[in-house]
């Protein structure tokens, strides 16, 4: 049909060229468009629940947001904003989703639907948290979100959910703080190794990591003392001291207590080496 139009329009040669193109453009409008440019509130509507309900939801959220402003204060306004948050929900647009289902929430505060979209305002947040290498902001949202939601439905069914979802997160932020703790300690930047594992395990009390990084630390300790110039190195070697002796008492059947003794027979050798150059230094001033 398209074709049979085009050949009519050449053969007049009576039109402009970019008349003809404007012709030809209005003729291949699609329905989806005819209902995007209709300026007709219901037909928008219903084409737009049409199209969430097929799945198009690129289509219904852009239809959705024309209606907004038409069904303001009215009866279908509650249902079409909760539909509009979810078409971001659905197409992965987490920031916008969490965003409109905050919204939804406070708006329609007596919808049946509000703590559902709550949930979901706290659920696009954890699906905001990334890979753990990354930056870790929208997690720490994500857990703040979620543990927001435990607290204004402490009977809802989705509690055990949140709090799985809240240990998966905190999971992931551990994971991170080790292997910044080991990235440091690989390098040998033994002074960062150091306050990057002792802010984990303020962090993550729990961990049940907790005796390989107090192993990490105290080598670490010792690592950074007998490479210290002399000055420092006597009070570095004995916070080093009183980091084995905790390790000792924490862990005495530790697997690691083969190395950590090496550790303490190092002091010793590092203490007497240092006790040796004052005695000379001292008889050298007589």
């Known amino acids: 049909m398209l074709y049979l139009i085009t050949f009519a329009l050449l053969k007049m040669k009576k039109l402009p060229l970019f ?7 209005g003729a291949c409008k699609t329905d989806y468009e005819k209902v995007r440019t209709s300026n007709d509130p219901k037909l928008i509507y219903e084409a737009a629940n049409q199209y969430y309900k097929n799945g198009n939801y690129l289509n219904a959220q852009t239809l959705y947001e024309l209606c907004i402003p038409y069904y303001r204060g009215k009866e279908e306004a509650e249902d079409l904003y909760y539909k509009f948050a979810d078409t971001h929900f659905q197409q992965g647009e987490y920031l916008l989703s969490s965003h409109y289902f905050k919204n939804f929430a406070s708006s329609f505060y007596a919808s049946p639907k509000k703590d ?21 902001s929208y ?15 402490p009977e809802s069914d989705k509690i055990d959910e949140c709090a799985r979802l809240i240990d998966e997160i905190r999971a992931k932020l551990e994971l991170k703080a080790f292997e910044e703790g080991k990235l440091y300690y690989d390098i ?21 990591r907790a005796e390989e990084i107090r192993f990490l630390i105290l080598q670490s300790s010792i ?18 001291l ?11 059947k530790s697997e690691y207590m083969d190395q950590v003794d090496k550790i303490y027979n190092t002091y010793q050798e590092e203490i007497k080496i240092i006790e040796n150059v004052r005695l000379k230094n001292a008889s050298s001033e007589y």
């Open 188 to 208: 040998k930047n033994y002074n960062s190794s150091i306050k990057s594992f002792e802010n984990m395990l303020k962090d993550f009390p729990d961990t049940k």
């Open 19 to 25: 008349i003809l193109i404007i012709v030809l453009l």
């Open 139 to 153: 997690s720490g949202e994500a857990i703040d979100a979620l543990q927001e939601y435990i607290n204004l439905h």
């Open 242 to 252: 009183k980091k084995y002796e905790l390790f000792a008492r924490k862990y005495p």
């Open 116 to 136: 559902e979209a709550e949930f979901l305002a706290a659920y696009s947040k954890y699906k905001l948290s990334p890979n753990h290498k990354l930056d870790q």
């Open 223 to 240: 690592n950074w003392a007998t490479n210290s110039i002399f000055e420092k190195k006597e009070e570095r070697l004995e916070d080093t």
